[in-house]
């Protein structure tokens, strides 16, 4: 007869041998998350099918993307929707170059190791 600690081992290698074998598709097709800097949440997608990789940057304490988020357009411009007031130490020109720089680093490969946060 097995102990109660025996059984608990089994069923622990059991649900790590099952979990192991599940894919994980975190990333791909979908934005997810990757790193909150000064309010700004940096995201990141990679499209499976041409292996390209999307960042994009936004304050997401107001609403979805479109159409209520504060955020960076493709060219890094700064998109702020007529009906949203911020304080002015959020949109610093200093932290839109950290965000810009950021976004630069998560583009550039499949690794996103950022130098300075």
Same mark, same amino acid.
Not at 16 to 40: E, R
């Given at each position: ?43 990141? #997608? ?7 990789? %999307? ?13 209520? #988020?504060? #955020? ?25 170059? %950290? ?7 998560? #583009? ?7 130098? %300075?946060?």
């Amino acid at each position: 007869m097995r102990g109660p600690s025996e059984v608990l081992k089994s069923c622990f290698f059991g649900a790590l041998l099952i979990t192991s074998f599940t894919p994980a598709n975190a990333g791909l097709d979908n934005f997810t998350n990757l790193i909150f800097v000064d309010n700004w949440l940096i995201e990141r #997608r990679i499209d499976s099918s041409t292996n390209e990789i %999307k960042c994009r940057a936004s304050i997401p304490s107001h609403a979805t993307w479109f159409g209520a #988020r504060v #955020r960076l357009g493709p060219a890094n411009e700064l998109i702020t929707p007529t009906w949203i007031s911020l304080k002015g130490d959020l949109l610093l020109e200093s932290k839109l170059k %950290k965000i810009i720089e950021l976004l630069r680093d998560c #583009r550039a490969g499949l690794l996103f190791l950022p130098e %300075k946060i």
